[in-house]
Nanobody, 115 residues
Framework: QVQLVESGGGLVQPGGSLRLSCAAS????????TGWYRQAPGKQRELVAS???????YYADSMNGRFTISRDVAKNTVFLQMNSLKLEDTAVYYC?????????WGQGTQVTVSS
């Protein structure tokens, strides 16, 4: 059974940084396209960043170079480094793996940006 577990969320002031982690068990990131999504209260879930099986990355325009997605193949973990956080980045952040073998979501981790 595939499981994704996110961690690293929390409360941070505007301009601060957080690093989210998504650890997988039951399968491996290298055979999936992996993405970080977020959902703010009252809004639809949106794609923040993704990394393909081959390692190519994509970012939503609104991230403006503030976020970086990466992965550690040996640890089977995907990261989202978030810098220069803004109030509007407050949301629950979810990790997703998508591929021929299935589509999987983590439980989410809360990120709150507040002064």
């Amino acid at each position: 059974q595939v499981q994704l577990v996110e961690s690293g969320g929390g409360l941070v002031q505007p301009g601060g940084s957080l690093r989210l982690s998504c650890a997988a068990s039951g399968s491996h990131f290298s055979i999936y396209n992996t993405g970080w999504y977020r959902q703010a209260p009252g809004k639809q879930r949106e794609l923040v960043a993704s990394i393909t099986r081959g390692g190519s990355t994509y970012y939503a325009d609104s991230m403006n170079g503030r976020f970086t997605i990466s992965r550690d193949v040996a640890k089977n973990t995907v990261f989202l480094q978030m810098n220069s956080l803004k109030l509007e980045d407050t949301a629950v952040y979810y990790c997703n793996m998508d591929g021929a073998r299935g589509n999987y979501w983590g439980q989410g981790t809360q990120v709150t940006v507040s002064s």
